[in-house]
């Protein structure tokens, strides 16, 4: 099995069998993740689509040291966002409703699918947690990747984790569907 920077220096060069290999081992991984910070699966498949182009486009540009799963991650987040930012304003043109957290959270506690409530109140972080939560512990990429991936300092990346665990644990809804 080739070496993911093997991979990497394959596609700068132009092979083609070195891009389908790099994108099937992360397609799956980059959708997942982005369907868990837009809770769309239309919306994270354009997202992971958009986020590999880019970072295919730009691979030339990878500093060494840095993997290729964290560049992706990088291109992932921004163009997630990018996918929120456009799904909010095809909302406000088309006056649908918006997204309604507590609603959705009480119809996966009824469901009794408890992976669904936490996924739920996850989507009712701020996206700066949310991102955070998904990097660290959908991801496991360290404080200084995810510092890395998201642009930001380290402590930054700590607050963040902190504050929205903090509010999960506090969300009532959780804590209820978590006991029973």
Request: glycine fraction near 4%; hydrophobic fraction near 45%.
């Amino acid at each position: 099995m080739d070496s993911e920077g093997g991979l990497v220096q394959r596609c700068i060069a132009g092979d083609q069998a070195a891009y389908k290999m790099l994108f099937e081992r992360h397609v799956q991984v980059a959708v997942r993740t982005a369907y868990l910070i837009l809770g769309d699966q239309q919306l994270a498949e354009d997202a992971a689509q958009e986020a590999f182009v880019r970072a295919f486009k730009t691979l030339h540009r990878l500093r060494a040291g840095v993997s290729f799963s964290t560049w992706l991650h990088g291109y992932l987040i921004w163009s997630a966002r990018s996918q929120a930012r456009q799904k909010f304003r095809w909302r406000e043109i088309l006056f649908s409703r918006s997204f309604d957290a507590e609603r959705d959270v009480s119809e996966a506690i009824e469901r009794n699918d408890s992976h669904s409530v936490l996924a739920a109140a996850v989507r009712t972080l701020p996206p700066g947690f949310r991102e955070t939560l998904v990097l660290r512990f959908y991801l496991d990429l360290s404080e200084a990747q995810i510092a890395e991936v998201l642009g930001c300092r380290v402590g930054t990346v700590k607050s963040r984790l902190a504050r929205a665990l903090d509010s999960l644990r506090k969300s009532s809804t959780l804590a209820e569907s978590v006991a029973s």
